[in-house]
């Protein structure tokens, strides 16, 4: 069974840091195939649902434009961990994070964990 438990969210100012983590159970492909990823989407209010940043059992990361730069995303194997870096956040960074796990063409989800940034 496939579990992923996000942490690591709250309240910070804008030009602020967070780091998001994602503790994954049931996850593990026992592949470095590039099919299988593990990332974070983010649904602000009023808005869809969109990626943030991926990556995959081979290493290789995407980000989404608007986060390139500010966000890092990594992962700790031997944990089952992954984590994201948010710096120099921006109240339109405002939003519920989700960590999300596609394994073999099935996609799985966290509960979410909300990162609001205000003054």
């Known amino acids: 069974q496939v579990q992923l438990v996000e942490s690591g969210g709250g309240l910070v100012q804008p030009g602020g840091s967070l780091r998001l983590s994602c503790a994954g159970s049931?996850?593990?492909?026992?592949?470095?195939?590039?099919?299988?990823?593990v990332g974070w989407y983010r649904q602000a209010p009023g808005k869809e649902r969109e990626l943030v940043a991926h990556?995959?059992?081979?290493?290789?990361?995407n980000y989404a434009t608007t986060m390139k730069g500010r966000f890092t995303i990594s992962r700790d194997n031997v944990e089952n961990i992954v984590y994201l870096q948010m710096n120099n956040l921006k109240p339109e960074d405002t939003a519920v994070y989700y960590c999300?796990?596609?394994?073999?063409?099935?996609?799985?989800w966290g509960q979410g964990t909300q990162v609001t940034v205000s003054s």
């Open positions: 999300y796990r596609l394994l073999w063409g099935v996609q799985y």
């Open positions: 049931g996850t593990k492909s026992g592949s470095i195939s590039s099919i299988n990823r």
């Open positions: 990556i995959t059992d081979a290493g290789t990361t």
